[in-house]
């Protein structure tokens, strides 16, 4: 299965056989490709799999550049299995410094929330069934070691180019 893109980069004319950031694919069509990859894999989870509106997931937010997924499965609270999909991202805060006495603009860490997955089961082999759905999410990021070496054969060739609309476009 191909890699899920998070950001779309294009041929740099400067420098042949390299790329430049074109942009950022937004978030909720990001979560609907995951979507796809998981019945296609046939991992999606038993119970639910949401992506999360709550946080500033929704009215067509882009996805971070360089954003990190990171997938968290456990126990929940009171019943099930839950598989949490967060996204990790440096990012710009206007905060108050206390050493100055001024606001500034730092750089921070952030994770949000991006999707979560659960089942019902609370057994170990739910447990293990949640965690092979974690694997396969972060393998539909990240691929293994075959499609990174032809992903940059395809750079190296001038292949590779977007094939994404612009958001908004």
């Not at 999410?137 to 590779?160: K, T």
Request: include cysteine; charged fraction near 30%; glycine fraction near 8%.
């Amino acid at each position: 299965m191909p890699i899920i893109e998070t950001e779309i980069w294009k041929a740099n004319p400067a420098r042949p056989g390299t790329l430049m950031f074109d942009y950022s694919r937004v978030a909720q069509d990001i979560y609907h490709e995951l979507e796809a990859h998981l019945i296609a894999d046939g991992r999606m989870p038993d119970e639910y799999f949401l992506f999360d509106v709550r946080g500033s997931w929704k009215d067509g937010k882009l996805f971070p550049k360089d954003g990190e997924i990171l997938c968290n499965t456990n126990y929940g609270a009171n019943e099930g299995i839950y598989l949490d999909i967060s996204v990790r991202y440096e990012t710009d805060i206007y905060e108050f410094n206390k050493a100055t006495g001024k606001d500034e603009w730092k750089k921070r860490i952030v994770i949000e929330k991006f999707a979560t997955g659960k089942t019902l089961g609370d057994t170990i082999e739910d447990l293990d069934r949640m965690n092979l759905v974690a694997a396969s999410v972060m393998a539909a990021f990240y691929g293994d070691a075959n499609q990174i070496r032809e992903r940059y054969a395809q750079i190296e060739s001038g292949e590779l180019q977007p094939q994404y609309p612009r958001p908004g476009g």
